[in-house]
Structures are given as structure tokens and as C-alpha cells.
């Protein structure tokens, strides 16, 4: 069984910063792509940033220059800087992780329990 944990969130000024945390735990073999998503009430899932295995990062437009994504391979953790947040980054933030449990190599998505950040204005 593999488990996600999300820590970090909270509430902000704008102008602020927050760090989310998300660390896998479990039958691991090997991570392929970790990203962070968020989700606001009557809207769908939209993706914020992505890193795969060897360090390429994919950022949403609305966060490129402010939001970093960086992850620790040997915690198997992945890690969002958020800088100059703004009240429209408020949202539930989810950490996903494509995850490989045996020496198939077959990955499987598996996601954080979700994290609110509030961005006040």
C-alpha cells in the first residue's frame, strides 16, 4: 500500500509565501512524475506544476516566475514554493505521484489527501 501525506498549507496575506510538503510512503520501487494540482469549489482539477524523474519542471501559466516545484528522491517527497501568492491562488492544493511499486514498472497515480491554502487580500 503507498500513502501520500500533504503538509503545508494555511492562510496567507497577499504578498505571502507557503511551502507544501507531500511524502510518499509504503511499497515503493520507483517514482516517475510528481506535480501539484489545486481545485476550487464547481470547478475541475487544473494542474499547477509538474517535475519528472530526472528534474524537468511544467508550470500553469498563472504561477510561472512565482511558484517553484522541486523534489527529494531519496524521501520521496516533492516539495511547492509559493511566492507573491494572490487571492486567486486560493484553492485546495493536491500533490499527485506516479508511482511504481515493482520491477514492472507499471505506474500508478496515487494522490494527497488535499491541502487548503487562503490567500487573503
Known amino acids: 500500500q503507498v500513502q501520500l501525506v500533504e503538509s503545508g498549507g494555511g492562510l496567507v496575506q497577499a504578498g505571502g509565501s507557503l511551502r507544501l510538503s507531500c511524502a510518499a510512503s509504503g511499497s515503493i520501487f520507483r517514482i516517475f512524475t510528481m506535480g501539484w494540482y489545486r481545485q476550487v469549489p464547481a470547478s475541475e482539477r487544473e494542474l499547477v506544476a509538474t517535475i519528472t524523474s530526472d528534474g524537468n519542471t511544467n508550470y500553469a501559466d498563472s504561477v510561472k516566475g512565482r511558484f517553484t516545484i522541486s523534489r527529494d528522491n531519496a524521501k520521496n517527497t516533492v516539495f511547492l514554493q509559493m511566492n507573491s501568492l494572490k487571492p486567486e491562488d486560493t484553492a485546495v492544493y493536491y500533490c499527485?505521484?506516479?508511482?511504481?511499486?515493482?520491477?514492472?514498472?507499471?505506474?500508478?497515480?496515487?494522490w494527497g489527501q488535499g491541502t487548503q491554502v487562503t490567500v487573503s487580500s
Open positions: 499527485h505521484q506516479a508511482i511504481v511499486r515493482s520491477r514492472d514498472f507499471i505506474p500508478y497515480d496515487y
